[in-house]
């Protein structure tokens, strides 16, 4: 995977939504309720429109990530381990959530990072439209190209609610994705 591959224009929106672009959004929740047989002038659904629009803007925006700040004193020779970083996603296949938890270890070379890193980056590849797969992929290569370290490994386990709320209705299933780089690249899951 291509680690710059967040900063795609195309990919992920880069800024806060215009007005305008809000406005479209709006219009498009609107004729989308309108096709799935639903009035969103009805009472009920009075400002579902705005409130969806901006929902989806806020989960689809991505900050742009801090630069790698490295924390003074002599590095560990152990794994370093985040564990439990929850996040939230859209799948992109069919615009349903899924959440979990992430799970970042790093073996330090001279340095360690700051702690808020991982959580940071791990929020940042969850925003946008995204697949759990590519986005343990990301995130794992985003962290081997900039933190020095002599391994990184990202473990993340999610609930999908397309797989919870639609077809089969199973919830509480939870798909486990890995990506190991590094000295770590040998370790099983």
Do not use: K
Not at 63 to 76: H, K, Q
Not at 81 to 92: A, G, K, M, V
């Amino acid at each position: 995977m291509n680690p710059e591959r967040a900063g795609d224009p195309g990919r992920v929106a880069s800024g806060a939504m215009t007005d305008e672009s809000t406005e479209r959004a709006e219009r498009a929740v609107a004729d989308l309720l309108r096709a799935l047989g639903e009035d969103p002038d009805a009472d009920r659904l009075r400002g579902t429109p705005a409130r969806v629009a901006r929902t989806l803007g806020d989960l689809l925006h991505r900050e742009p990530l801090p630069a790698v700040s490295f924390v003074d004193g002599p590095a560990s020779r152990e794994l370093v381990l985040l564990r439990d970083i929850p996040f939230q996603s859209l799948c992109e296949h069919h615009l349903l959530p899924f959440r979990g938890v992430a799970h970042v270890g790093y073996l330090p070379g001279e340095r360690l990072v700051g702690v808020s890193l991982p959580v940071r980056v791990v929020d940042h590849f969850a925003r946008g439209l995204q697949l759990q797969e590519r986005m343990t992929e990301e995130i794992a290569d985003w962290l081997d190209a900039r933190m020095n370290a002599r391994g990184v490994g990202v473990v993340i386990e999610a609930e999908h609610l397309c797989m919870s709320f639609r077809g089969i209705g199973s919830p509480a299933t939870t798909l486990r994705t890995s990506a190991f780089r590094g000295e770590l690249e040998s370790l099983p899951l």
